[in-house]
């Protein structure tokens, strides 16, 4: 049995390794386009674009390193089935499922690799790789706005914005902590937009369909729902600090977003997204073991040799883990289903499909 777990190990690392290499590099071309225009456009020197290229790697290693161990499992077991390798093995009474015992190791191995990577390495670089953007630097003062991130850069308040495209903002909402212990405002809005006010160190929000806590003139220390079509805010920066960056949940190690969350949680601010990657890190680092489980049923019964249809059939596989991801999110966003256990819906779903294929290619 040495033997033959050293043969099946040798034959996943030459896929493994054309893989990882080939999806890293295509992530990393997406971005070199906003690479070059840095170079082009804004006269940043080589030197500093080439640390922020290498800074990219381990972020990106999120998706590749579940997605190549994926295509290395079908590769490899798509290959001895279709040169009956396998029917061979079991010819001579070796049974599946100590085919799979060295595939589930290897996949539990890379799946403690992975938290090590998701928890610690990919938060320092993520945040380096921030670092050395903000130094590129820009004049225009709307810089300090970034999604994902709350932007405690404004006096007495803090922003937070799901998303940004252009000077367009969708989901935003700005916190007013209030002292002595008074509730904190809110002021929610489901897109808006941002200009730089002319000549002044100052920005102009324009915000949509949304709602402002607004005192109550009979008891101050309470609040009522102000509901609005348009609402007008201006943020003075004279007093911000341009070179300071908070660390974006994605920048944050598990023990950062664990005080984080309790941080939020004191002022009575939602930290829904946080919790939400607190549990990504998590989730993300064992869909290494449940693509390589689910790899190896997939492989066996398809009895393919093709590597493109190979290929295409990891994809496949890949894809709509990621979407069934982006689906659990919107829901906990939308605080529609719990997150806990909804971050984890898809590696429940594709373990239980796997533990299926497996057990019943096992026992036939």
Same mark, same amino acid.
Request: hydrophobic residues 45%; positive net charge.
């Given at each position: 049995?040495?033997?033959?777990?050293?043969?099946?190990?040798?034959?996943?690392?030459?896929?493994? @390794?054309?893989?990882?290499?080939? %999806?890293?590099? +295509? $992530?990393? /071309? #997406?971005?070199?386009?906003? *690479?070059?225009?840095?170079?082009?456009?804004?006269?940043?020197?080589?030197?500093?674009?080439?640390?922020?290229?290498?800074?990219?790697?381990?972020?990106?290693?999120?998706?590749?390193?579940?997605?190549?161990?994926?295509?290395?499992?079908?590769?490899?077991?798509?290959?001895?089935?279709?040169?009956?390798?396998?029917?061979?093995?079991?010819?001579?009474? @070796?049974?599946?499922?100590?085919? %799979?015992?060295? +595939? $589930?190791? /290897? #996949?539990?191995?890379?799946? *403690?690799?992975?938290?090590?990577?998701?928890?610690?390495?990919?938060?320092?670089?993520?945040?380096?790789?921030?670092?050395?953007?903000?130094?590129?630097?820009?004049?225009?003062?709307?810089?300090?706005?970034?999604?994902?991130?709350?932007?405690?850069?404004?006096?007495?308040?803090?922003?937070?914005?799901?998303?940004?495209?252009?000077?367009?903002?969708?989901?935003?909402?700005?916190?007013?902590?209030?002292?002595?212990?008074?509730?904190?405002?809110?002021?929610?809005?489901?897109?808006?937009?941002?200009?730089?006010?002319?000549?002044?160190?100052?920005?102009?929000?324009?915000?949509?369909?949304?709602?402002?806590?607004?005192?109550?003139?009979?008891?101050?220390?309470?609040?009522?729902?102000?509901?609005?079509?348009?609402?007008?805010?201006?943020?003075?920066?004279?007093?911000?600090?341009?070179?300071?960056?908070?660390?974006?949940?994605?920048?944050?190690?598990?023990?950062?977003?664990?005080?984080?969350?309790?941080?939020?949680?004191?002022?009575?601010?939602?930290?829904?997204?946080?919790?939400?990657?607190?549990?990504?890190?998590?989730?993300?680092?064992?869909?290494?073991?449940?693509?390589?489980?689910?790899?190896?049923?997939?492989?066996?019964?398809?009895?393919?040799?093709?590597?493109?249809?190979?290929?295409?059939?990891?994809?496949?596989?890949?894809?709509?883990?990621?979407?069934?991801?982006?689906?659990?999110?919107?829901?906990?966003?939308?605080?529609?289903?719990?997150?806990?256990?909804?971050?984890?819906?898809?590696?429940?779903?594709?373990?239980?499909?796997?533990?299926?294929?497996?057990?019943?290619?096992?026992?036939?």
């Amino acid at each position: 049995m040495k033997i033959l777990r050293n043969y099946i190990l040798a034959e996943c690392v030459l896929p493994f @390794i054309l893989s990882l290499s080939v %999806l890293t590099s +295509v $992530f990393l /071309l #997406g971005n070199l386009i906003k *690479l070059t225009n840095m170079v082009i456009n804004k006269g940043v020197s080589l030197a500093l674009i080439g640390q922020i290229f290498i800074y990219y790697i381990p972020f990106f290693l999120t998706y590749t390193l579940p997605i190549s161990c994926l295509v290395a499992v079908i590769l490899t077991f798509g290959r001895l089935s279709n040169d009956n390798e396998i029917l061979a093995m079991r010819a001579n009474g @070796i049974r599946l499922r100590k085919l %799979l015992w060295p +595939v $589930f190791v /290897l #996949g539990l191995i890379l799946s *403690l690799f992975s938290i090590i990577l998701n928890i610690r390495i990919i938060p320092h670089a993520y945040h380096q790789q921030r670092k050395l953007l903000k130094e590129v630097g820009t004049k225009n003062p709307t810089a300090l706005l970034e999604a994902g991130t709350f932007i405690k850069d404004f006096k007495d308040q803090i922003l937070f914005i799901y998303r940004i495209e252009g000077n367009k903002m969708y989901n935003v909402r700005i916190y007013q902590p209030q002292p002595d212990g008074k509730m904190t405002r809110t002021i929610t809005a489901k897109e808006g937009e941002f200009t730089q006010v002319p000549g002044e160190n100052k920005i102009k929000l324009k915000l949509i369909n949304g709602t402002s806590d607004e005192p109550d003139l009979e008891n101050p220390n309470n609040f009522y729902k102000l509901k609005f079509n348009t609402f007008f805010r201006t943020l003075d920066l004279s007093q911000t600090d341009n070179k300071k960056i908070d660390k974006k949940p994605k920048g944050m190690t598990l023990e950062e977003v664990t005080d984080k969350i309790k941080e939020m949680d004191s002022l009575g601010i939602d930290t829904t997204p946080l919790k939400i990657e607190f549990h990504r890190k998590l989730a993300w680092a064992f869909s290494v073991l449940v693509f390589m489980m689910l790899g190896f049923p997939i492989a066996v019964v398809t009895h393919r040799r093709e590597k493109t249809a190979n290929v295409a059939l990891a994809m496949l596989c890949a894809a709509s883990y990621y979407l069934l991801t982006l689906g659990c999110e919107a829901l906990c966003i939308q605080k529609i289903a719990p997150i806990g256990i909804t971050m984890w819906m898809p590696n429940i779903i594709g373990a239980t499909i796997a533990s299926i294929l497996n057990y019943r290619l096992c026992v036939s």
